[in-house]
């Protein structure tokens, strides 16, 4: 059961604890109980300004930029060491304000970023941060990677601290300032990341959390002081996102919606593939960017593998979040709740069928922001429930006739974020999978988040690359310093 949360009336600015600009608040209300279980300050445009103010006072004349990157990256080990042992306290944070089922909160909200850090940590003690090269016409031409400047981050509600630590971090690493904006839905993970960086040996003004509204977050964006943009949401807000950095000449990586496929081969066991899609499909109640909901399956087995997605989707434990057993806990807010309900509609208009679910609580639950989980089976790659990012617990059954038949459909989309392919021969797995446009694919697993490789889209689904050295390059500039031959060797 969610609990209330002790409130909070500071704001974390530079790396101090200080007065809000504003008598406004954001009340945290749990998705379980519709009940508000704490409540924050709402950050104004001030309280942005000074954000920013101290995030380019730090960068323009401040020590961190200039640090060494190892450093750097002794800090950052130390962020890690400060969040290994309060996981458990940070699971309980996110189950209570956005309802994710508690294990998952464990694996994904909590571990998982944990994980990260040290992970990133390796990667930047690897990164070529400087190198000399044979010049082609002579001489020798020396290249930097130096930090980009002030990042503005925009964190969105489902994955909170997951996306926190995937731009803080890098960010760091690469000698960044950075104001983080999260979402107001999402603000007591963000206090708890703030309790943790206070701890370390940051200088002023590096680091600022703001949780605020879409009005916040777009004077972030076009704010002047900003150098680049790092934004995880939705492809529509994006979109706008890119035009205020395109207008500013800003730096910008978009990491937005999917729509993925999940591409099953004739040759696939139903039961694994049932069991797999229950993460691909609908991890962290459907609320994930790389959801794999598009189902496509091969005509010749078609019913071998509905049957078992049916029995899967049908016994799914769905309830309070806070109970183990649970897998699939309530939508985030009730407007989310209200746009689940509202694509289960429209999927019945369009003429697909839920063969599991439909509209209404799911049995046994009579509150909270619930939608039942519900299969499709019918669907036409056309109909809007198969193009449109749903968000929920809502998986949609398409036929294919054959493996170009799948590849044409799996890339019928907008989008270009995940996918999967599911088969006994992990050679004929790979072969689809790499005709098949998008940024990340998974054989017989949903895509696995390693810090290790580049995460991102194509398509309507971003721009850019986070996590890996491809991530930390996201982070910064290069600069070609060319030094003439006879200067070099001192003649």
């Given at each position: 059961?969610?609990?209330?949360?002790?409130?909070?009336?500071?704001?974390?600015?530079?790396?101090?604890?200080?007065?809000?600009?504003?008598?406004?608040?954001?009340?945290?209300?749990s998705?379980?109980?519709?009940?508000?279980?704490?409540?924050?300050?709402?950050?104004?445009?001030?309280?942005?300004?000074?954000?920013?103010?101290a995030?380019?006072?730090?960068?323009?004349?401040?020590?961190?930029?200039r640090l060494d990157?190892?450093?750097?990256?002794a800090?950052?080990?130390?962020?890690?060491?400060?969040?290994?042992?309060?996981?458990?306290?940070?699971?309980?944070?996110?189950?209570?304000?956005?309802?994710?089922?508690?294990?998952?909160?464990?694996?994904?909200?909590?571990r998982?970023?944990?994980?990260?850090?040290?992970?990133f940590?390796?990667?930047?003690?690897k990164?070529?941060?400087?190198?000399?090269r044979?010049g082609?016409?002579?001489?020798?031409?020396?290249?930097?990677?130096?930090?980009?400047?002030?990042?503005?981050?925009?964190i969105?509600?489902n994955?909170?601290?997951?996306?926190?630590v995937?731009?803080?971090?890098?960010?760091l690493?690469?000698?960044?300032?950075?104001?983080?904006k999260?979402?107001?839905?999402?603000?007591?993970?963000a206090?708890?990341?703030?309790?943790?960086?206070?701890?370390?040996?940051?200088?002023?003004?590096?680091?600022?959390?703001?949780?605020?509204?879409?009005?916040v977050?777009?004077?972030?964006?076009?704010?002047?002081?900003?150098?680049k943009?790092?934004?995880?949401?939705?492809?529509?807000?994006?979109?706008?996102?890119?035009?205020?950095?395109g207008?500013?000449?800003r730096?910008?990586?978009?990491?937005?919606g999917?729509k993925?496929?999940?591409?099953?081969?004739?040759?696939?066991?139903?039961?694994?593939?049932a069991?797999?899609?229950?993460?691909?499909?609908?991890?962290?109640?459907?609320?994930?960017?790389?959801?794999?909901?598009?189902?496509?399956?091969?005509?010749?087995?078609?019913?071998?593998?509905?049957d078992?997605?049916?029995?899967?989707?049908?016994?799914?434990p769905?309830?309070?979040?806070?109970?183990?057993?649970?897998?699939?806990g309530?939508?985030?807010?009730?407007r989310?709740q209200?746009?689940?309900?509202?694509y289960?509609?429209?999927?019945?208009?369009?003429?697909a069928?839920?063969?599991?679910?439909?509209?209404?609580?799911?049995?046994?639950?009579?509150?909270?922001?619930?939608?039942?989980?519900?299969?499709?089976?019918?669907?036409?790659?056309?109909?809007r429930i198969?193009?449109?990012?749903?968000?929920?617990?809502?998986?949609?059954?398409?036929?294919?006739?054959?493996?170009?038949?799948?590849?044409?459909?799996?890339d019928?989309?907008?989008?270009?974020?995940?996918?999967?392919?599911w088969?006994?021969?992990?050679?004929?797995?790979?072969?689809?999978?790499?005709?098949i446009?998008?940024?990340?694919?998974?054989?017989?697993?949903?895509?696995?988040?390693?810090?290790?490789?580049?995460f991102?889209?194509?398509k309507?689904s971003?721009?850019?690359?986070?996590?890996?050295?491809e991530?930390?390059?996201?982070?910064?500039?290069?600069k070609?310093?060319?030094?003439?031959?006879?200067?070099?060797s001192?003649?």
């Open positions: 059961m969610a609990k209330a949360v002790p409130s909070r009336q500071q704001l974390y600015i530079g790396g101090a604890w200080v007065a809000p600009g504003t008598t406004d608040t954001i009340e945290v209300i998705p379980h109980t519709e009940q508000p279980v704490a409540r924050v300050p709402a950050p104004g445009h001030a309280d942005v300004d000074r954000a920013v103010a995030a380019r006072t730090a960068f323009d004349e401040g020590p961190w930029p990157p190892s450093e750097r990256i800090v950052v080990r130390e962020l890690a060491e400060l969040f290994r042992p309060r996981q458990e306290e940070l699971a309980q944070l996110i189950t209570t304000e956005m309802g994710a089922p508690i294990t998952f909160s464990r694996s994904a909200h909590a998982l970023p944990g994980a990260m850090i040290g992970a940590a390796d990667v930047a003690a990164h070529p941060w400087q190198e000399t044979a082609a016409f002579g001489g020798v031409v020396e290249v930097y990677r130096e930090p980009v400047g002030v990042v503005a981050a925009i969105p509600w994955m909170p601290m997951f996306l926190t995937a731009k803080l971090v890098p960010a690493l690469a000698g960044c300032t950075i104001v983080l999260p979402s107001p839905e999402t603000a007591l993970d206090y708890f990341m703030a309790d943790l960086l206070e701890q370390l040996d940051l200088p002023p003004g590096v680091v600022s959390i703001l949780p605020g509204d879409r009005e977050g777009r004077y972030l964006v076009s704010h002047p002081g900003v150098d943009v790092s934004f995880t949401g939705s492809t529509a807000a994006g979109r706008e996102v890119a035009a205020a950095c207008s500013a000449l730096r910008v990586g978009l990491e937005l999917g993925s496929a999940a591409v099953v081969l004739d040759d696939a066991d139903p039961e694994t593939v069991t797999g899609i229950a993460v691909a499909g609908l991890m962290n109640s459907g609320q994930a960017c790389v959801a794999q909901t598009r189902i496509l399956l091969p005509r010749s087995r078609y019913h071998d593998y509905v078992a997605l049916a029995g899967m989707v049908e016994n799914l769905v309830g309070d979040p806070f109970d183990p057993a649970t897998r699939v309530p939508m985030v807010t009730e989310q209200l746009r689940v309900s509202g289960i509609e429209q999927g019945r208009r369009e003429g069928r839920p063969l599991v679910g439909g509209i209404g609580f799911p049995d046994g639950i009579d509150r909270g922001w619930y939608v039942r989980p519900t299969l499709f089976v019918d669907v036409d790659n056309a109909m198969a193009q449109e990012e749903i968000f929920g617990p809502v998986l949609g059954v398409i036929a294919y006739d054959d493996e170009d038949d799948a590849v044409r459909l799996a019928a989309t907008e989008y270009g974020l995940s996918g999967s392919v088969t006994a021969d992990v050679d004929r797995g790979r072969a689809v999978a790499r005709r446009r998008s940024g990340t694919l998974g054989i017989n697993a949903a895509y696995s988040m390693d810090p290790a490789a580049p991102g889209g194509v309507a971003g721009i850019g690359r986070e996590f890996g050295p991530g930390l390059d996201g982070f910064l500039d290069t070609s310093v060319s030094v003439a031959a006879d200067v070099r001192g003649g």
